[in-house]
Structures are given as C-alpha cells and as structure tokens.
Antibody, heavy 124, light 106 residues
Framework: EVQLSESGGGLLQPGGSLRLSCAASGFTFSSYAMSWVRQAPGKGLEWVSAIAGRGGPTFYADSVKGRFTISRDNSKNTLFLQMNSLRAEDTAIYYC?????????????????WGQGTLVTVSS | VLTQSPGTLSLSPGERATLSCRASQSIRNSYLGWYQQKPGQAPRLLIYRASNRATGIPDRFSGSGSGTDFTLTITRLEPEDFAVYFCQQYGNSALTFGGGTKVEIK
C-alpha cells in the first residue's frame, strides 16, 4: 500500500524559511515523479513543484519560482520542499503527490496518490 | 486556465450530475484528470486522460471530452459522492487545476 506522510509544517513570519518532508513507502520511490500541491484554506488546489524519479528535471509554478526548491533523497524514500522568502499567500496545506505511472526521467503530473498534507501558516 | 461550472450543484441522491471543465486552450492528448475531495481529506483521482477511470472507481463515474471542453458525469449520485470535484490538465509542465465544483445535497 502506498503511503505518503508529510511533515515540517508550522507557523512562521513573512520572510522566513521552512523545509517540508514527505516520507514515502509501499512503492519503488525512485521510479516515480513526485509533486507538491497546496491548498489555501477554503480554496482550490494549486500545483507547486515537481521532480522526476531520478532527481531531475524539476519544475516550478511561477508563484514560487526562485523561492522554493524541490529535492528528493531516493536512498531514504523522502521528498523535500525548501521554502524561502515566505509570504502570507503561501499559507496553505501542502500535499505531496505521486505520479500515477512510472516516471523516472520525466514528470507526468497526474497524481495517483496523495499524502494527508501539512499546514503552513505565514503570518506576522 | 481551467474554468469549472457550475460552482455549486445542488442535487438529490439518485440524480445525475454533470460537471463541466473548459480550458482556455486545447489540452494536448486530452491530458485531463478529475479528482474528488471530501472535507478534511486529500483529493482522490477519479478519471485520467479525459475518460479513463482510475483503479477502484465505480462505473457511475465517467468522463468525456477533448480539446477544450470536458465533462464529468455521475449517473446516479450516492450519498458518498457529495464532495468537491476538481479538473486538472497535465498536458504541459505548468500543471493547473480548475476552481472546483461542489456537489451538495439538495
């Protein structure tokens, strides 16, 4: 059974930094692209970033480009999102999501499995 | 940009639900998915490539469309189907979601 478990969320001030983690199990982690998708309270879904199974290529939404960095440690089955220069509008639940099909050197961006999310609140 | 309509659909159990997703430009290879999200839960994939049901999804859910116009149909609403539904395009690297349609009990 695929399991994705996010951690690292919290409350922080504008301009701060945070690193989210997503621990994966139940599948061959390095064979699948992974993404971060966020959802502001009471709002819709917004894709944030994606990374292919082998660690590259990577992709970012314009809203986070230059501030967020996605990475993965395939030896530890863990996905990361380093978030810098945080803004109030980054407040959201952050989900990690696994591509539906095998995507070692590419990203499909079709999400077959999701974690339960971790809440990031940016407020002064 | 993906535009979903209506924003809210008020129906009774057993009725048919028809949800629309319109894209501002043609979606390559019909790379359009539909997700269901219930309160407090993560989204769940229902449909991929416009018309293919994901594993374990009941056949009362069906998807259709191509180009810029797509539809999710739920033939007979069950109590557990009342939720928010999102469409998503994955035809290019700038992945985008629609704003969602809430299917509520009338």
């Amino acid at each position: 059974e695929v399991q994705l478990s996010e951690s690292g969320g919290g409350l922080l001030q504008p301009g701060g930094s945070l690193r989210l983690s997503c621990a994966a199990s139940g599948f061959t982690f390095s064979s699948y692209a992974m993404s971060w998708v966020r959802q502001a309270p009471g709002k819709g879904l917004e894709w944030v970033s994606a990374i292919a199974g082998r660690g590259g290529p990577t992709f970012y939404a314009d809203s986070v480009k230059g501030r967020f960095t996605i990475s993965r440690d395939n030896s530890k089955n863990t996905l990361f999102l380093q978030m810098n220069s945080l803004r109030a509008e980054d407040t959201a639940i952050y989900y990690c999501a696994k591509d539906l099909g095998v995507t070692i050197v590419e990203v499909t961006g079709l999400f077959g499995d999701w974690g339960q999310g971790t809440l990031v609140t940016v407020s002064s | 940009v993906l535009t979903q309509s209506p924003g809210t659909l008020s129906l009774s159990p057993g009725e048919r639900a028809t949800l629309s997703c319109r894209a501002s430009q043609s979606i390559r290879n019909s790379y359009l998915g539909w997700y269901q999200q219930k309160p407090g839960q993560a989204p769940r994939l229902l449909i991929y490539r416009a018309s293919n049901r994901a594993t374990g999804i009941p056949d009362r859910f069906s998807g259709s469309g191509s180009g810029t116009d797509f539809t999710l149909t739920i033939t007979r609403l069950e109590p557990e189907d009342f939720a928010v539904y999102f469409c998503q395009q994955y035809g290019n690297s700038a992945l985008t979601f629609g704003g969602g349609t809430k299917v509520e009990i009338k």
